[in-house]
């Protein structure tokens, strides 16, 4: 069985990151990604099962760093962790705010909440969270609705549901 490895990437955006990237990256099987632009910057994080060992793999990938001037990384996974717990949304309507994040990522971690997921959607801030169990949603609620009165925001969480395919 392979090695399990992590490459995250960022840069300028330009045509090309992500196809030189998977072909430095050769015979490996891709097992997940992510990729993002964001006022012009390029951020992908990319999970491979490789048959090297990720020094290797960094050196592999560094022309392409060189050549589309990127910042990349490359570490060793081990084997993937158990992650109990259930999927959660958390959707924020107000105003943008300094602390908006800050407090609510920091009452979430109170509770071993893992924020995992972020973005923006207009005005609404949408974060996927795995939470540890019903004592910690109950409780993170209860903090959140004392938290959307002071940031002066509408937060609805719920657990998340998955789509069927």
Do not use: K, W
């Amino acid at each position: 069985m392979g090695r399990r490895v992590a490459v995250a990437a960022i840069g300028q955006d330009q045509p090309g990151i992500l196809a030189a990237l998977v072909a430095a990256l050769g015979d490996a099987v891709l097992t997940g990604s992510t990729m993002t632009r964001l006022e012009g910057e390029f951020a992908v994080l990319l999970t491979a099962v490789v048959d090297r060992p990720a020094p290797d793999v960094a050196a592999g990938l560094a022309p392409v760093g060189e050549l589309y001037a990127l910042h990349v990384s490359v570490r060793d996974l081990g084997e993937p962790p158990p992650e109990p717990g259930v999927d959660y949304t958390l959707v924020i309507h107000g105003a943008d705010r300094p602390s908006v994040v800050a407090d609510i990522a920091g009452a979430a971690a109170r509770y071993g909440i893992n924020v995992v997921a972020m973005s923006r959607d207009g005005s609404a801030l949408l974060l996927e969270a795995r939470v540890p169990g019903p004592r910690a949603a109950i409780a993170f609620a209860e903090e959140l609705a004392a938290l959307s009165a002071t940031l002066e925001a509408d937060c609805r969480f719920e657990p998340l549901e998955r789509r069927r395919a």
